[in-house]
Nanobody, 120 residues
């Protein structure tokens, strides 16, 4: 069974940085788009950043210039480097990936989420 496991969340001061990681494991044949979403308390989940299998990146306007998404295809891993963090970046961050597995087909998978708190 395919699993996505996020790590790297925590408490950080405003203006600080964090790097999130997400590793996909299981019977993976190919990974297509990999994404980071976030959900703040009382708000809908929103797409923060996306990276395609061709390494094309897109970002939400609210994080452009501050966050960078990257991937290591050999390690089935996606990263989110977050800088100049603001209190409004506080949320649970979720990894999402479009994955073709061996024998099962192509499906969308989600991680359990990692909490990021930006506070002084």
């Amino acid at each position: 069974q395919v699993q996505l496991a996020e790590s790297g969340g925590g408490l950080v001061l405003p203006g600080g940085s964090l790097r999130l990681s997400c590793v996909a494991s299981g019977p993976i044949f190919q990974i297509y788009d990999m994404n980071w979403y976030r959900q703040a308390p009382g708000k809908q989940r929103e797409l923060v950043a996306q990276i395609t299998s061709d390494d094309i990146n897109t970002y939400a306007d609210s994080v452009k210039g501050r966050f960078t998404i990257s991937r290591d295809s050999a390690k089935n891993t996606v990263y989110l480097q977050m800088g100049s963090l603001k209190s409004e970046d506080t949320a649970v961050y979720y990894c999402n990936a479009d994955i073709r597995t061996l024998g099962i087909g192509r499906h969308d998978y989600w991680g359990q989420g990692t909490q990021v708190i930006v506070s002084s």
